[in-house]
């Protein structure tokens, strides 16, 4: 069974073999869907939030969850930036080089040291690698320390409150559960099937105080349409 669910979707669609989409699994709600086609779109198919972190990027670029480099391309290529794009999946990154990116990486982002960037991108939920709300101090110290004095994180995330939200209008949420932004996901592709694993939305004030906590100033850049934001944070 093939586990790398983005990087087999991905080279399909690539080779012209896409006849489904991903399924997005969650305990206690229905399935979603994400069009893998949705992963190769242009600059001007992407949402405002998108558009304007890339218009923002400058300098040595790390795009982390790079998935199909669509957003790495688009430095490249348009904007004649020096961008790295890495993912956990070796099929989508193998994908990123045929499609003409010329660096591209399978690592995940907290074995990558040694490096400093200008701007750290993390785009389409990019709070989400973050995985539970206990991890956000392990990865604020590990961020910060691939990042120059005078770079900047863009990272765009979401606030999920509304999920849970009663026909009253009053917030339901089991406080013993922890965080209401930590998800479990599984995801689906054909006959293949991915492991359960974590997923982290984070309302905007819960990541601004997080990165104050650690040096980090915290700007809100623009609100998407879906309760879904764009931050950039920079060192005091």
Not at 42 to 52: H, V
Not at 125 to 152: A, C, M, R, Y
Request: with cysteine.
């Amino acid at each position: 069974m093939n586990k790398d669910i983005f990087g087999l979707a991905i080279t399909d669609f690539y080779h012209h073999k896409y006849c489904e989409d991903i399924i997005v699994q969650a305990p206690d709600f229905d399935d979603d869907v994400i069009p893998v086609s949705y992963l190769f779109r242009s600059y001007d198919d992407m949402p405002a939030i998108e558009q304007k972190a890339l218009d923002l990027a400058y300098g040595k670029i790390l795009d982390i969850g790079c998935g199909a480099g669509s957003h790495s391309l688009f430095l490249q290529e348009k904007q004649k930036l020096d961008v790295h794009a890495i993912d956990i999946s070796k099929g989508a990154i193998e994908i990123c080089k045929k499609r003409g990116l010329a660096k591209a990486s399978t690592i995940n982002i907290f074995d990558v040291k040694g490096m400093k960037y200008d701007t750290l991108l993390l785009l389409m939920n990019g709070s989400g690698i973050i995985g539970k709300l206990s991890h956000i101090d392990h990865f604020f110290i590990h961020i910060k320390s691939i990042l120059k004095d005078s770079g900047q994180i863009l990272i765009d995330s979401s606030d999920i409150s509304y999920l849970f939200v009663e026909e009253d209008g009053g917030l339901w949420v089991d406080a013993s559960a922890g965080y209401y932004g930590e998800m479990q996901y599984k995801l689906t592709y054909k006959n293949n099937k991915s492991d359960w694993f974590d997923w982290l939305y984070l309302d905007f004030n819960t990541l601004q105080n997080a990165a104050n906590a650690h040096g980090f100033l915290c700007e809100l850049i623009i609100e998407g349409s879906a309760n879904d934001f764009l931050a950039r944070l920079t060192l005091v």
